[in-house]
């Protein structure tokens, strides 16, 4: 049997599929879901009002909101509080916070790769896979970017674009992460 890595590293525009892969990595592997946004999440919900579902959907992200008289996305609440973080203390300051919290020795994935942060797990033996979906395209917000360079391989994640049924998709991007995993390590 191939080693898998203790961590699994997804990058992917929003609504590829990265927390449906990490859900299957979960399933198949046993990595346990690490959410590299939580510190952010918890933020906009302990300190800002925001709801669960704003801070942990896709649909809820889209949301508007008014936060001290202006109108925001809640998705750009999220990626402006995590821009403060890496402004001040670096560009891998989200990984590092996450990978921190997670107890040594743990197989984890984390599903919420940005910017440069490929690099960050690449550089911590994590195996960093894109996800692509072409139902899903770039981010209208910069810090929704990613560097597919520091990837290892990339998953096309089209089931649902050829018309499959959502169990049939699924399935479908199960087997291909199989297979690449199973490949690359």
């Avoid at 801070?55 to 809820?60: A, C, D, K, L, R």
């Avoid at 890496?86 to 300051?93: A, R």
């Avoid at 984390?110 to 911590?124: D, I, P, T």
């Amino acid at each position: 049997m191939h080693h898998i890595p203790e961590n699994i590293a997804l990058c992917g525009h929003p609504g590829s599929g990265k927390s449906t892969a990490a859900d299957i990595i979960n399933e198949v592997y046993g990595h346990e879901l690490a959410d590299d946004g939580l510190p952010l999440r918890k933020i906009g919900m302990d300190y800002l009002g925001l709801t669960a579902e704003q801070v942990f959907t896709q649909e809820g992200k889209k949301q508007k909101v008014t936060l001290n008289g202006r109108e925001w996305e809640v998705r750009e609440i999220l990626g402006e509080i995590g821009n403060a973080f890496e402004e001040k203390f670096g560009g891998d300051i989200i990984p590092i916070m996450s990978h921190n919290a997670r107890p040594e020795g743990s197989y984890s994935v984390f599903g919420s790769v940005r910017r440069e942060q490929g690099l960050y797990w690449r550089n911590h033996g994590a195996l960093v896979l894109e996800i692509v979906n072409p139902l899903a395209g770039p981010s209208q917000y910069e810090f929704d970017r990613f560097n597919p360079e520091f990837c290892h391989a990339r998953i096309n994640n089209d089931g649902l674009a050829r018309g499959l049924e959502p169990a049939a998709a699924r399935q479908d991007l199960l087997e291909k992460l199989v297979a690449v995993i199973g490949r690359v390590h």
